[in-house]
């Protein structure tokens, strides 16, 4: 008879100390990542499954770091807009006089 084993781990993942094990979850490509993370959250509708002393957690939050950067160019966008008028007006001002 025939046994299937897995070979014993040569490499643990580790957080904040414990042992852990690592789930990558990944979108496809030519979707948009903001609105995946909020749909990727049903994964976490498999916690009633899972023994009660396993703490599951996100290790790192991709589609929070996107949105955290478009509002961040957003915002630089708009104050170089608004330092480019304030130039030419002043630019302006001087010739015209």
């Known amino acids: 008879m025939w046994e299937r084993r897995y070979q014993d781990p040569t490499r643990s993942r580790a957080s904040h100390g414990e042992n852990g094990v690592l789930l990558s979850v990944e979108m496809q490509k030519g979707n948009n990542i903001v609105?995946?993370?909020?749909?990727?959250?049903?994964?976490?509708?498999?916690?009633?499954?899972?023994?009660?002393?396993?703490?599951?957690?996100?290790?790192?939050?991709q589609p929070s770091v996107v949105s955290d950067r478009i509002k961040d160019l957003e915002r630089e966008f708009l104050l170089a807009s608004g330092r480019f008028i304030l130039v030419t007006i002043s630019f302006f001002r001087f010739v015209l006089q």
């Open 35 to 61: 609105s995946w993370a909020g749909r990727s959250c049903r994964a976490c509708t498999v916690r009633p499954l899972l023994p009660p002393d396993l703490k599951l957690g996100p290790d790192r939050d």
